[in-house]
T-cell receptor, first 112, second 112 residues
Framework: EAGVAQSPRYKIIEKRQSVAFWCNPI?????LYWYQQILGQGPKLLIQ????????DSQLPKDRFSAERLKGVDSTLKIQPAKLEDSAVYLC??????????FGSGTRLTVV | GENVEQHPSTLSVQEGDSAVIKCTYS??????FPWYKQELGKRPQLIID?????GEKKDQRIAVTLNKTAKHFSLHITETQPEDSAVYFC???????????FGRGTSLIVHP
């Protein structure tokens, strides 16, 4: 189905390893968001991009998390090195004035 | 920033009963209140929303009410069905911003 595409769907890594997630937003959506959803909690915003610029990364743990959207379309979120508490679903979302706000299916990360 | 509280965290009802989920928000500048349904392993999907110039909105078996003075809003589901079982998230968003702040979610279980 057309929408926000994310990959991979699942990832299991050992602590201290690195991992990267990919997101392709809905075509034409200038705004892209990465959320972290820990089991039993609501999504927590990590970073917001407007085109290829960062609008809000105040809740991104910058010592280990990084994100980029170099061409203003797809985006990657990286964790290096991962900790056990990073286990969560990482949701990407995109929005436009016309379409509103749409989530991707997420990447479920398990850090062991 | 905005703080959204959601209650209860778990709600168990019999099929055919009504379910009510309540949220409060802290920022009086918030003017848009969406509700999302997240089925197990799937993305959050918008099911209904309400803006601050409206007190109530209904869509078939679901309705949302908003009390701006008290800064709380509620989701009402009537004639619940087993397929309503999911986690429901409320959110609040300020005008001019596309970033909603989410509640922690309510796990609704509808028993046949």
């Amino acid at each position: 189905e057309a929408g926000v595409a994310q990959s991979p769907r699942y990832k299991i890594i050992e602590k201290r390893q690195s991992v990267a997630f990919w997101c392709n937003p809905i075509s034409g959506h200038a705004t892209l968001y990465w959320y972290q959803q820990i089991l039993g909690q609501g999504p927590k915003l990590l970073i917001q991009f407007q085109n290829n610029g960062v609008v809000d990364d105040s809740q991104l743990p910058k010592d280990r998390f990084s994100a980029e959207r170099l061409k203003g379309v797809d985006s990657t979120l990286k964790i290096q090195p991962a900790k056990l508490e990073d286990s969560a679903v990482y949701l990407c979302a995109s929005s436009s004035r016309a379409d509103g706000y749409t989530f991707g299916s997420g990447t479920r990360l398990t850090v062991v | 920033g905005e703080n959204v509280e959601q209650h209860p965290s778990t709600l168990s009802v019999q099929e055919g009963d009504s379910a009510v989920i309540k949220c409060t928000y802290s920022d009086s500048a918030s003017n848009y209140f969406p509700w999302y349904k997240q089925e197990l392993g799937k993305r959050p999907q918008l099911i209904i929303d309400i803006r601050s110039n409206v007190g109530e909105k209904k869509d078939q078996r679901i309705a949302v009410t908003l009390n701006k003075t008290a800064k709380h809003f509620s989701l009402h589901i009537t004639e619940t069905q087993p397929e309503d079982s999911a986690v429901y998230f409320c959110a609040a968003r300020k005008g001019g911003s596309y970033i909603p702040t989410f509640g922690r979610g309510t796990s609704l279980i509808v028993h046949p």
